[in-house]
């Protein structure tokens, strides 16, 4: 075992991990933390999608002792306008993967903003293309994705 401590959601956290244990699962088992959820296990679908140091990362693959002394933001430590933006463009549906959603989106529209790159442009203002590309790591399964890219583009405005 190994003792790490981290912020979570801006409160210190210190817990015994062996060193296997992914930051999901240990959000999600230790410390109870249930907003970014397990989907594919793999980081592929962005279900766990979570901010390190303000960094979007996908917590099913990052080993919990590589964030010892971080900062970690869940949905639950989130208070930003893209919340209330996925509600009325209807980007949601059954919520599943709305978490870790809007912590990607977060880290995209600070990726976007310190001028990094994207397949699809990357300077200038943000375009609903740019979006998907930027996005595309993060999966829907009911197919939201327009009132997602809408509820971006709102804010991104």
């Not at 399964?141 to 809408?150: F, L, Q, S």
Request: aromatic letters at 4%.
């Amino acid at each position: 075992m190994t003792e790490i401590r981290m912020k979570v959601n801006g409160d210190v956290a210190a817990l015994d991990v062996e060193p296997w244990v992914s930051l999901l699962d240990a959000l999600r088992e230790r410390l109870g933390v249930t907003g970014p959820k397990k989907g594919c296990d793999q980081g592929a679908c962005g279900a766990c999608t979570v901010l390190a140091d303000g960094v979007r990362i996908n917590s099913c693959l990052a080993l919990a002792v590589q964030y010892d002394g971080r900062e970690i933001t869940t949905i639950e430590g989130v208070d930003h306008p893209l919340q209330e933006a996925f509600v009325r463009n209807d980007g949601l549906q059954c919520g599943y993967c709305t978490s870790g959603q809007i912590c990607s989106a977060i880290g995209m529209l600070a990726e976007h903003a310190a001028g990094m790159p994207s397949a699809a442009g990357g300077s200038g203002e943000l375009s609903e293309d740019e979006v998907r590309e930027r996005m595309s790591g993060n999966l829907c399964r009911c197919g939201a994705y327009n009132g997602i890219v809408d509820a971006i583009m709102e804010v991104a405005r």
